[in-house]
């Protein structure tokens, strides 16, 4: 399996993006979905997360109420809407494929796309 995520870029607080991650793998819509974030000097955290039916979804209360996550199986794409952004918000986001265990743990995930840069200006 391999992941690709795009649509990183600057914006502005209070602005949105949206970010995609797609997938070369043939299972995808088997397979449960997340969204971590790594800011400078930090570790890797949960950001979202989808099962493989798009049917449940998890987020973190940071993002909770401003973060979407969503798929698109006949697509093997992952979406992330990003809303009201933050400083807080400035990271390396990364998709990645979950194996099995808690989705909100980094170590239930078994691929990893190669990340892409949100920045959040004040």
């Known amino acids: 399996v391999q992941l690709q995520a795009s649509g990183g870029g600057l914006v502005q607080t209070g602005g949105s993006l949206r970010l995609s991650c797609a997938s070369s793998g043939r299972t995808f819509s088997s397979v449960g979905m997340g969204w971590f974030r790594q800011a400078p000097g930090k570790e890797r955290e949960f950001v979202a997360a989808?099962?493989?039916?798009?049917?449940?979804?998890f987020y973190a209360d940071s993002v909770k109420g401003r973060f979407t996550i969503s798929r698109d199986n006949a697509k093997n794409t992952v979406y992330l809407h990003m809303s009201s952004l933050k400083p807080e918000d400035t990271a390396v986001y990364y998709c990645?494929?979950?194996?099995?265990?808690?989705?909100?743990?980094?170590?239930?995930?078994?691929?990893w796309g190669r990340g892409t840069l949100v920045t959040v200006s004040s």
């Open positions: 990645a494929a979950r194996s099995s265990g808690s989705f909100y743990q980094k170590g239930s995930y078994d691929y």
């Open positions: 989808i099962t493989s039916s798009g049917g449940n979804t």
